[in-house]
């Protein structure tokens, strides 16, 4: 569906490249997306920016405090940044990040099956939504009997999921929000 009747369609293979995420804290930020998620640092800005990614990428998402410094979250009710998504490649990646905030004690907002995929959300240190998924192959996605596209929100099994992770310690997770989020 689009707005536009006439307008035509973007290039197919078109992806969203990275996203550029203005933080209070530099370092608090990196301690974050580098030290629990994992992605690495592929060049930094002085105090100022980073730039990180995964697989040696030039970057996937950027830091930085040119606005922000010492700034805080955007009050409830104002427009802006509602989630990033970092797509994993497989399940067990996605329970790997699992299994790393965990580990680092970082709270999960919420954990959904959708049908297309399973997700995970949390926040960073700066207040920003950050969804962590994975998806399966278009295959097995749900549809209606026209052949649309059926997403759902379900509970999606956090024990289940670490199951599936590569071996290390075996932990339960408690979400501070248990309800799927969309």
Same mark, same amino acid.
Request: glycine share 10%; with cysteine.
């Given at each position: 569906?689009r707005p ?5 369609? #973007?290039d197919?293979?078109?992806r969203?490249?990275?996203v ?5 804290d530099?370092?608090?930020a990196? %301690?974050?997306?580098c030290g ?7 060049q930094?800005?002085g105090?100022? /920016?980073a730039? #990180?990614?995964?697989?040696?990428y030039?970057?996937?998402i950027g ?5 922000s410094r ?5 009050? @409830? ?7 990033? /998504?970092i797509?994993?490649?497989t399940r ?6 699992? %299994?790393? #905030?965990?580990a ?10 959708h049908?297309v995929?399973?997700a995970?959300?949390l %926040? &960073?240190?700066? &207040? ?8 399966? +192959?278009p ?5 209606t /009997?026209s052949g649309?596209?059926?997403m759902?929100?379900r *509970?999606?099994?956090l ?9 290390r +310690?075996? *932990?339960?997770?408690?979400? %501070?929000?248990?309800? @799927? #989020?969309?």
């Amino acid at each position: 569906m689009r707005p536009n009747a006439d307008a035509t369609p #973007v290039d197919p293979r078109t992806r969203i490249g990275h996203v550029h995420l203005k933080v209070a804290d530099l370092e608090r930020a990196l %301690r974050f997306y580098c030290g629990v998620l994992g992605f690495e640092i592929t060049q930094r800005y002085g105090t100022q /920016a980073a730039f #990180v990614s995964a697989g040696g990428y030039h970057h996937h998402i950027g830091l930085n405090t040119w606005e922000s410094r010492g700034g805080s979250p955007p009050p @409830p009710g104002t427009t802006g940044l509602f989630h990033v /998504a970092i797509l994993y490649p497989t399940r067990a990646a996605l329970a790997d990040a699992l %299994r790393r #905030v965990i580990a680092a004690g970082v709270s999960l907002d919420g954990a959904s099956d959708h049908g297309v995929s399973e997700a995970l959300y949390l %926040r &960073d240190p700066d &207040d920003n939504g950050v969804e962590l998924y994975w998806d399966r +192959q278009p295959e097995v996605w749900p549809r209606t /009997a026209s052949g649309e596209l059926a997403m759902v929100t379900r *509970r999606l099994d956090l024990n289940g999921l670490l199951a599936e992770a590569p071996p290390r +310690q075996d *932990r339960t997770v408690t979400e %501070r929000n248990p309800a @799927p #989020v969309a």
